[in-house]
């Protein structure tokens, strides 16, 4: 069985382009996404800065994050989930805060609320992109 893919190209703001594969839904029933930016990946990958810590902990944070780029986790989870001290979670979320990778957006008992910037990745329908990239600006301007 062969299976056609179709390239819809949509215009987001600051002259930015998305491209993205659109695939028949029978393939990739029942299964989580993320689109990532190629250019936000060359910056990290550069940046030698990072520490392989703060690149699992990222890492992490992806694959957690909701349609709304967000995600509720303890530095405690996190560390037991990766294989990784607390003391360097904590670490990483410093970094990855500095960076302007992650924001904190409130908590919920002993969890912080992150926010994960759009300009890096997003879960969100390409169509909501906009309105994403508007939020997490405004998060981050405080």
């Known amino acids: 069985m062969t299976q056609s893919n179709h390239v819809l190209n949509i215009n987001v703001p600051k002259g930015s382009n998305i491209r993205t594969t659109v695939t028949p839904t029978r393939v990739f029933k029942n299964m989580d996404y ?3 930016f190629t250019q936000a990946l060359q910056e990290i990958a550069k940046d030698k800065s990072y520490t392989r810590s703060d690149l699992v902990v990222l ?7 909701d349609y709304e780029n967000k995600f509720t986790a303890s530095q405690a989870s ?15 979320f410093k970094k990855l ?3 302007g990778w992650i924001e904190i957006i409130g908590s919920i008992g002993r969890q912080n609320v ?14 909501n ?9 405004e998060v981050a301007a405080v």
Do not use: W
Not at 59 to 65: G, P, R, V
Not at 129 to 137: K, R, V
């Open 78 to 92: 996190i560390a037991k989930e990766c294989g990784i001290g607390r003391t360097e979670v904590n670490k990483s």
């Open 114 to 127: 992150y926010f994960l910037n759009p300009r890096l990745a997003f879960k969100t329908r390409a169509l």
């Open 34 to 36: 993320l689109r990532i």
């Open 59 to 65: 890492m992490y944070c992806l694959s957690i994050c």
């Open 97 to 99: 805060r500095q960076v």
């Open 129 to 137: 992109y906009g309105n994403l990239l508007q939020d997490f600006e």
